[in-house]
């Protein structure tokens, strides 16, 4: 029988994707492994493979479709020895059910629920989601109110499911849902978040003719949405010091100097954002009660520190990752990280280069940026956000001296990193930066 070919999830939390190109046409061969399309995501461009044997009998999705839902059918596999007219005339009737291959959490995850709702269906609740209306008798409900009893928690034997007055009194009798009403006021739904205006309310703001609308692209409807995840549900703190830069820019040019060389080209040639990287993965290896992630059960203390670095790329910016920086040489980061944002710029990073982590850098320094705030990336607890480095006049022993300063700020996340939690890492940092050769030791 034919076979559906649906969107893939490439990563975690995709949603939808662009099909940006068909590598295959139809009545072409294709057997497990082969590349036979390319996706693009808010964050990179993917290549899919085939996971079946069999001809492709029909594109469903063509090439340069935008907003394709993950699951959704693209296109439909003959298999072997079948007719490909009947099977692309007879494929797509009904999408199945992801692939292990597609989202194998999910697949494990729902087992174990579906057993228990099927083996008594008769013991389902009178609402099945929250918000929907119980179809109950006054009787009932005023009997259910005066014993503290939730009716969304009694099963109705009632026409349709009607809770009736047994119901109740049998729900009574048995002790079900007795501290209903105090759950209830704990569960309730947090006030509404103030709403952004309608698109219609801000064009009326500006004159007709004026502008030109520019839709969202992936990227930054993936952008947006981190955000304000970010700014709602974490308590942003900052902590800001200037560190001295001379003894690094110093280090920095010795170890430039000493770099043996391939091919007539240095080994590699270190910048100050690759002693950053160090020095704050030096300083969370120090201070390894900031190295952590919230969840409401759990702190989350990592062994590692995986910095992830800001990188700015046309209609946005990623954040590829340095894994155990803390235990990488200056000059292995520095090769790492140039391969990186060559292939973050190009939308050619693997999901599992930019996601995660346990902290990040953005450095705005070489855009002439003095001093700024980062916004924290969930999941991480913390981001350090970099200046630009610049002479400034600095008091030495009661004397006026000319230093190289940077200013950088610590942006945590004050449930899990406090003000003097975040004090320490960042004291730790200005030590690194400000005596660069325990960078090397």
């Known amino acids: 029988m034919p076979i559906n070919i649906t969107m893939p999830a490439l990563s975690p939390t995709m949603e939808e994707g662009n099909l940006s190109k068909w590598l295959v046409k139809e009545g072409d061969k294709v057997s497990p492994g082969d590349v036979i399309a390319e996706i693009e995501t808010d964050k990179a461009t993917m290549e899919v493979e085939a996971v079946d044997e069999g001809t492709l009998a029909k594109i469903v999705v063509p090439a340069g479709t935008e907003g394709v839902k993950v699951n959704a059918l693209i296109a439909i596999l003959a298999g072997e020895g079948e007719d490909v007219s009947a099977a692309a005339a007879g494929g797509g009737a009904a999408t199945p059910a992801p692939k292990a291959e597609v989202a194998p959490a999910a697949k494990v995850e729902a087992a174990p629920a579906a057993a228990p709702a099927a083996a008594a269906p008769a013991a389902a609740p009178a609402v099945a989601k929250s918000g929907e209306r119980v179809f109950a008798s006054p009787l009932a409900r005023r009997l259910a109110k005066e014993a503290g009893v939730e009716l969304s928690a009694v099963a109705g034997s009632g026409p349709h499911g009607r809770v009736v007055k047994s119901d109740v009194e049998k729900a009574v009798a048995g002790g079900v849902a007795k501290a209903a009403p105090a759950a209830a006021a704990q569960a309730a739904p947090a006030p509404a978040l103030a709403r952004a205006p309608s698109d219609d309310a801000v064009l009326k703001l500006f004159e007709p003719g004026s502008y030109d609308l520019v839709p969202h692209d992936g990227m930054r409807k993936t952008i947006a949405k981190r955000l304000v995840e970010s700014k709602q549900t974490i308590p942003h703190f900052y902590v800001t010091v200037d560190c001295e830069l001379d003894a690094l820019l110093a280090l920095r040019a010795q170890l430039n100097d000493a770099a043996p060389r391939k091919d007539g080209a240095p080994a590699y040639k270190l910048s100050v954002n690759d002693m950053i990287i160090k020095a704050l993965a030096l300083s969370l290896r120090d201070v390894p009660d900031a190295n952590v992630s919230w969840t409401e059960s759990n702190m989350v203390r990592h062994k590692h520190a995986d910095v992830g670095v800001a ?38 990073l693997k999901p599992e280069e930019y996601q995660g982590g346990t902290t990040a850098v953005s450095n705005m320094g070489m855009m002439g940026v003095k001093h700024f705030a980062a916004v924290v990336n969930p999941p991480h607890a913390t981001i350090l956000a970099v200046g630009a480095g610049e002479e400034r ?12 300063v940077m200013t950088v700020t610590l942006s945590t996340d004050h449930r899990c990193v406090d003000g003097a939690l975040g004090a320490e890492l960042l004291g730790a940092f200005k030590r690194y930066i400000e005596n660069p050769m325990g960078m090397l030791v």
């Open 311 to 348: 990188v700015a790329i046309p209609g946005g910016l990623i954040t590829p990752i340095i894994r155990n920086a803390e235990l990488k040489s200056l000059s292995a980061i520095s090769n790492e990280m140039k391969d990186l944002g060559k292939r973050a710029k190009e939308r050619k």
């Open 393 to 404: 006049v600095v008091v030495k022993n009661g004397e006026m001296k000319i230093a190289n």
